[in-house]
């Protein structure tokens, strides 16, 4: 069975009422919610993790290596602008891969056009909204990890 972790960074427990022309409406349950769905109907499982620590989310990455985690489905947030300690656990793990932003980051601030990850991901997803991460978690059931 294949095993998805899928990250969420820092703020994205107030999707649906924060800021919702550029997150859209929709929860982080319901987005959670429609990914272990999404992978149940093909035998396999997602597990969701959110925090707004990056030390939390680094541990939760490094516990991926060793959980049978076979596939890393990350949202970074603002930490994708900031977080070193996140691109190292993710390089450390060797697991693949893929950023998800809910928004267009290229259209927004500048500073957002800058990501610690996207060099080092399989694939970066940029606003789509919340079908973004469907697309990376069905990218996902798709890999053939290379052993």
Same mark, same amino acid.
């Given at each position: 069975m294949k095993n998805i972790l899928v990250l969420h960074g820092p703020n994205l427990n107030l999707l649906g009422s924060r800021e919702p022309d550029v997150y859209g409406r929709i929860t982080?349950?319901? /987005?959670? @919610?429609?990914?272990?769905?999404?992978?149940?109907t093909q035998g396999a499982s997602v597990t969701c993790f959110q925090s707004n620590a990056e030390a939390t989310l680094v541990e939760r990455i490094q516990?991926?290596? @060793?959980?049978? =985690?076979?596939? /890393?489905? /990350?949202?970074? @947030?603002?930490? =994708?602008? =900031?977080s070193v300690s996140l691109r190292d656990a993710l390089a450390a793990?060797?697991?693949?891969? /893929?950023?998800?932003?809910l928004s267009?980051?290229?259209?927004?601030?500048a500073f957002r056009k800058e990501s610690f990850f996207s060099d080092i991901a399989i694939g970066v997803i940029s606003g789509l909204g919340a079908a973004g991460y469907e697309f990376a978690v069905q990218f996902a059931l798709n890999h053939k990890n290379q052993a």
């Open positions: 982080l349950d319901e /987005i959670n @919610a429609r990914l272990k769905k999404l992978a149940e516990q991926a290596r @060793a959980d049978g =985690t076979q596939f /890393i489905v /990350i949202n970074p @947030a603002a930490f =994708t602008h =900031t793990v060797a697991l693949p891969f /893929i950023e998800v932003h267009n980051v290229f259209s927004r601030e």
